[in-house]
């Protein structure tokens, strides 16, 4: 479909498109449920993602496509925005409006979406277009914007426009990822390390449980509020503003202070998985994805006896990919309660895993999840300058 997207451009606008754009989706490696406690997250870009076509139009009209869904909108060119029902094309208006609300002058635009990243999947497809979007304008119109400004205004777009509360790692990584590098971020100052991450002979495998993540919202929001509750708890003693202030070692001597044993479940998670971060750049960093392998392990086990948010469909693929002797690791990866897990597959191997781990998913679950390949990508940019 993406070689033909020029061919379907001009057969829907009647013109040639004078530019393209492609932006990833993401998938985080390690390092989950602590970003809101200050701690790291590793996120990479895949090669998945949206790719965008664009032409100037002297109508001043915004005309959006897709080749994913049958809704098409005629936008007239005006002072503000408001969303309209759920539809797809809310990402990109949301981005013009922001775009004029800060004062910037547009003119009409033919634009033609198409994303090959699977839809509900977990995997930031909305963060993709919400990027590529402010991308494309900041390229057409000379906004001037960093990368930075890009990303910080699409997380508000997703957050004031849209209306979901979602943090910043997202954006972050579909616009900064690189070919081979996973990004060690701290989401509270927003500094990070680009670590080098050459799978070898592996491959990600991205699993899609295919089931829908209803629990997610209101379990975070739990798992939210009694991480505040051991915090307060620890700064009975210790000056931190974070769970992640501290490692291990030092919450070992301070765990009394949680008298409440969920709630100590949860901040062990927290600041075990903080370091298992710092662990897993160093064995990327030095080649060393057997080791990796062992921390996804780890993680994906904290997160199901710890923080109680994997379940029997993301619990079941971490399961047959440690009796699968191609895999270094697997995890589960986002929010949990559905949505995706991740392994790290030989590439050679990937089709009969991809068969293997299909077949004992579908006779303990009930039905089918989808197996994608991929590597680590480039994020945003345009198309004939990023590599996928």
């Not at 943090?167 to 690189?178: L, S």
């Not at 948010?309 to 895999?327: C, F, M, W």
């Given at each position: 479909m993406k070689n033909n997207l020029h061919k379907e451009f001009i057969n829907i606008f009647n013109k040639e498109a004078d530019n393209a754009y492609f932006s990833p989706g993401r998938v985080n490696l390690i390092g989950e449920h602590i970003d809101y406690n200050g701690g790291l997250v590793m996120p990479c870009a895949i090669t998945f993602g949206t790719y965008l076509l664009t032409s100037p139009n002297e109508d001043g009209v915004f005309r959006f496509r897709s080749l994913n869904f049958n809704e098409q909108q005629d936008t007239p060119l005006q002072a503000s925005y408001e969303k309209v029902g759920e539809t797809w094309f809310n990402f990109p208006i949301g981005v013009i409006n922001s775009f004029i609300q800060e004062g910037h002058d547009l003119q009409g635009l033919d634009m033609l979406f198409y994303g090959d990243i699977p839809i509900g999947s977990g995997l930031s497809s909305s963060a993709s277009i919400e990027v590529v979007t402010s991308f494309a304008l900041n390229d057409i119109f000379?906004?001037?914007?960093?990368?930075?400004?890009?990303?910080?205004?699409?997380?508000?777009?997703?957050?004031?426009?849209?209306?979901?509360?979602?943090?910043?790692?997202?954006?972050?990584?579909?616009?900064?990822?690189?070919?081979?590098?996973?990004?060690?971020?701290?989401?509270?100052?927003?500094?990070?390390?680009?670590?080098?991450?050459?799978?070898?002979?592996y491959v990600l495998a991205i699993i899609n449980t295919n089931k829908p993540r209803k629990l997610a919202e209101s379990k975070y929001n739990e798992r939210v509020e009694e991480c505040q509750t051991a915090l307060k708890a620890l700064q009975q003693e210790l000056d931190i503003n974070y769970l992640c202030d501290i490692d291990a070692e030092t919450f070992g001597k301070y765990q009394h202070l949680i008298t409440n044993p969920t709630v100590l479940k949860r901040a062990k998670h927290v600041i075990?998985?903080?370091?298992?971060?710092?662990?897993?750049?160093?064995?990327?960093?030095?080649?060393?994805?057997?080791?990796?392998?062992?921390?996804?392990?780890?993680?994906?086990?904290?997160?199901?006896?710890?923080?109680?948010?994997?379940?029997?469909?993301?619990?079941?693929?971490?399961?047959?990919?440690?009796?699968?002797?191609?895999?270094?690791?697997?995890?589960?990866?986002?929010?949990g309660f559905g949505g995706c897990a991740i392994a790290l597959v030989k590439g050679d191997a990937f089709e009969e895993y991809a068969r293997g781990v299909t077949e004992y998913y579908t006779s303990k679950i009930g039905y089918a999840p989808s197996v994608y390949s991929s590597l680590i990508g480039n994020g945003v940019g345009l198309l004939n300058e990023v590599a996928i």
């Open positions: 000379n906004s001037g914007y960093s990368k930075l400004d890009l990303v910080k205004l699409s997380k508000s777009v997703e957050n004031n426009f849209i209306g979901v509360n979602c943090g910043i790692m997202d954006q972050f990584a579909v616009a900064f990822g690189e070919k081979n590098k996973a990004l060690m971020l701290n989401c509270d100052t927003l500094d990070y390390e680009a670590v080098d991450s050459n799978l070898g002979e075990e998985e903080n370091d298992r971060v710092k662990l897993a750049a160093k064995a990327l960093a030095g080649n060393n994805l057997d080791e990796f392998g062992r921390l996804m392990y780890a993680s994906h086990d904290s997160l199901r006896d710890l923080y109680e948010v994997s379940g029997i469909e993301l619990d079941t693929v971490a399961e047959y990919s440690k009796t699968n002797p191609n895999v270094a690791g697997a995890r589960m990866t986002g929010a």
